[in-house]
């Protein structure tokens, strides 16, 4: 089992920036993509940003140039550090962890994020 817990959300004003963490308990996370997604009020849960084990990343076109997605493996952490923020980031954000069939795949329980104008 893999426990993750995402921590860093809060309000912040349009522009701004913040720095989401997500720290893994059960597992190393090194087997693991590492993922960001995010969903706002009334809409599905969205695709933000992942980094696979050999550091690969890719963003949503509606993050690119904004967020930068990291991992460190030896603090068994994954960061999504978000800048220039706009209203239309406002979410709660969610790590997971997804592996091999057989490892499994894996959810925190999300951090609000408030971006206001």
């Known amino acids: 089992q893999v426990q993750l817990i995402e921590t860093g959300g809060g309000l912040v004003q349009a522009g701004g920036s913040l720095r989401l963490s997500c720290l893994a308990s059960?597992?190393?996370?090194?087997?693991?993509?590492m993922s960001w997604f995010r969903q706002a009020p009334g809409k599905e849960r969205e695709f933000v940003a992942f980094?696979?084990?050999?550091?690969?990343?890719n963003y949503a076109n509606s993050v690119k140039g904004r967020f930068t997605i990291s991992r460190d493996n030896a603090k068994n952490t994954v960061y999504l550090q978000m800048n220039s923020l706009t209203p239309e980031d406002t979410a709660i954000y969610y790590c997971?962890?997804?592996?091999?069939?057989?490892?499994?795949?894996?959810w925190g329980q999300g951090t609000q994020v408030t971006v206001s104008s």
């Open positions: 059960g597992r190393t996370i090194s087997i693991f993509t």
């Open positions: 997971r962890a997804r592996g091999a069939v057989i490892v499994g795949t894996y």
């Open positions: 980094v696979t084990s050999d550091d690969t990343t």
